[in-house]
């Protein structure tokens, strides 16, 4: 506010602010009618500003880190086939992707053919090594602070939820527990709240030497979908292989297996859970002994003690709707036991009745804690690239497992011929997992892999080169890319089979023009989906609209925007 103003006219904004903010449903009339007063039998204009204060000034929660641009140069960045990295096992074969280089020129390309056309995204991205997490001393050379980590993933997320299905997209995380929530609010701020599906802990590993601090055992996967979706999640696989009685109501309920008896020694007695069930002409007790059952109830039972599983309403229930198997034990004694259908459960309604819930098929739900088990472990992943690496003596540090990825993939689209795309690809497990989904059900999934080639002392060709290439030539084909079969997990898998094209990121001067060579010649289009071009006119035009075109509307903040408001 204007210092040199009048203490009358002064006082008159301060309190059309306050009113304001009261239109705007920030403070409350009655908090707002002190404030006026107050202002109004103020001796001076400081003392009316402080009081105002106190209904103008708030806190905002919000994101903030300091935003670096990408970095442009003045070429045009394109996909170039790497030939003998490329393989084909069969003409009629799915064709998958890899691509060698920066994913932001990866997937500035990818649009070209791919907009709206992923269904699943997984990511992976490297945490930085400043102090950043478990994992961050890792093998990520090029240290990266928070801020730059968030500044690296922002136009690359933009550019993701731009390749995302509109209506069935979904992405998907790993990320440590230091930056989770950091980069939660990175992808709140694009995807919106409203795209948000969970986060949840992912086990790393099961032990651990025991410190003076808390042993850390998960990091997390942050899940979003395209806003305003609702996402179906699949179910999980169940081993339905000992369901094999039936009644009748085999139709609706499928078949049942009758493995768990409806008594059983618990851990924590309950009087309530201890009752008498007749039956047949025949009274029951928890554990068949009429003798232990009156000690119990005249006060003598252990904490550990007998008890049924289930209340006497649900029984009541259960039996009515047949739900109980009546069987008779070694000891020639009557045994309750309980029905386990594969499609139907028993649950409580809101009113503390029971009613029988229908599952469409036969599977568990996914739920937060699906992927804290020790197949989803860094251990397994170890143990995955040292088969296909005869020992990877840390070849690649900390990749995922491919139980982990495929879970993801599978719960996030029921779609067998889903694209899925990973642009932190690293050792390419998620081309392992999306090859032995397919291998599983059958499916037509096809991968996308970008990742760049970065070197290490153990890599010195680069990740790519050394590891991610090699890892799927021997998975797809069998055999290493120098015809060596000489490699542990051949020895008891099948080679997924499929063809792999690989690229590499090329770039050419928007003004080439050496050798005779355009822009418009170096680029083939045939590696963007397209058949060659006819005449160099429609070429050009096609360049200039997917290649300069798209970086510069990228990288225009306005037209950027404009373009995510859509
Ligand atoms: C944490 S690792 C991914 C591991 C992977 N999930 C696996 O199971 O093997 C991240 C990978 O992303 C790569 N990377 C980092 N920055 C990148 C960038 N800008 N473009 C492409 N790849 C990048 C790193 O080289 C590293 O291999």
Redesign the pocket.
């Known amino acids: 506010m204007d210092k040199n103003i009048s203490f009358e006219k002064g006082k008159e904004e301060l309190i059309n602010e306050i009113e304001k903010r009261v239109a705007d449903k920030i403070i409350e009339r009655s908090n707002a009618d002190l404030i006026i007063k107050l202002i109004n039998n103020s001796d001076s204009l400081s003392e009316a500003i402080n009081i105002a204060q106190l209904g103008t000034t708030y806190k905002r929660t919000g994101f903030h880190f300091d935003k670096r641009l990408e970095k442009m140069d003045n070429t045009i960045k394109y996909f170039k086939k790497n030939q003998e990295l490329s393989f084909n096992n069969s003409d009629s074969a799915l064709t998958h992707k890899l691509i060698i ?4 020129d ?1 997937l500035l390309n990818l649009l070209v053919e791919y907009r709206n056309k992923i269904d699943v995204i ?1 990511i ?4 930085g090594k400043d102090s950043m997490g478990e ?1 961050a001393e ?3 050379d ?1 240290a990266i602070t928070r801020d730059n980590l968030l500044s ?1 993933l922002y136009p ?1 997320l933009e550019l993701a939820k731009q390749l995302l299905n509109k209506d069935t997209g979904v992405i998907l995380c ?1 990320i440590d527990d230091k930056n989770q929530s950091y980069v939660k609010c990175l992808f709140d701020e694009i995807f919106g709240e409203a795209g948000f599906l969970f986060a949840a802990p992912r086990i790393t590993k099961k032990g651990g030497k025991s410190t003076s601090t808390i042993q850390k055992n998960h990091d997390y996967i942050i899940a979003y979908a395209m806003p305003r979706n609702e996402i179906i999640f699949s179910m999980d696989d169940m081993d339905s292989s000992d369901y094999n009685l039936e009644d009748e109501y085999v139709d609706k309920r499928g078949k049942y297996k009758v493995t768990q008896c409806l008594d059983y020694d618990s851990l924590s007695y309950s009087q309530s859970l201890d009752y008498p069930i007749e039956l047949n002409g025949q009274t029951l007790y928890p554990g068949g002994d009429y003798e232990k059952y009156k000690e119990r109830k005249a006060g003598k039972y252990k904490k550990s003690d007998w008890a049924w599983r289930w209340s006497k309403e649900k029984f009541n229930y259960g039996l009515k709707k047949g739900f109980i198997v009546v069987k008779t034990g070694r000891d020639g004694k009557p045994r309750i036991y309980t029905k386990t259908y594969l499609n139907c459960s028993l649950e409580k309604d809101n009113t503390g009745g029971f009613y029988i819930k229908y599952t469409d098929k036969a599977g568990k739900y996914y739920t937060t804690l699906s992927f804290m088990e020790n197949d989803c472990s860094n251990d397994y ?1 170890k143990k995955e ?1 040292d088969k296909i690496f005869n020992n990877s003596n840390d070849l ?1 540090k ?3 497992p491919v139980t982990l ?1 495929s879970k993801l993939i599978k719960m996030s689209c029921s779609k067998v011929d889903a694209v899925v795309l ?9 081309a392992q997992s999306v090859l032995e989904l397919n291998k599983e059900d059958n499916g037509n999934r096809k991968f996308i892999l ?5 070197i290490t002392d153990i890599n010195p060709n680069g ?1 790519a080169y050394d590891v991610t290439s090699k890892r799927l030539k021997r998975i797809m084909t069998g055999e290493c890319y120098d015809g060596n079969k000489d490699f542990d997990w051949i020895k008891n898998n099948e080679p997924y089979g499929d063809n792999l094209d690989v690229y590499e990121i090329e770039k050419v001067a928007n003004s080439e023009s050496t050798k005779d060579k355009t822009p418009f010649d170096v680029i083939d289009e045939t590696l963007y989906g397209k058949e060659k071009f006819d005449n160099i006119k429609d070429k050009i035009e096609w360049v200039c609209n997917n290649f300069e075109h798209t970086q510069k509307n990228i990288e225009s903040d306005e037209v950027w925007h404009e373009r995510m408001g859509d």
């Open positions: 280089g920066d994913n932001y990866a997984y992976d991205p490297p945490y994992f890792t093998n990520y090029n690296m690359r790993s992943g690239l690649f900390n990749p995922k990825i990973d642009f932190f690809a690293g050792s390419g497990t998620t970008c990742t760049n080639n970065e990740i």
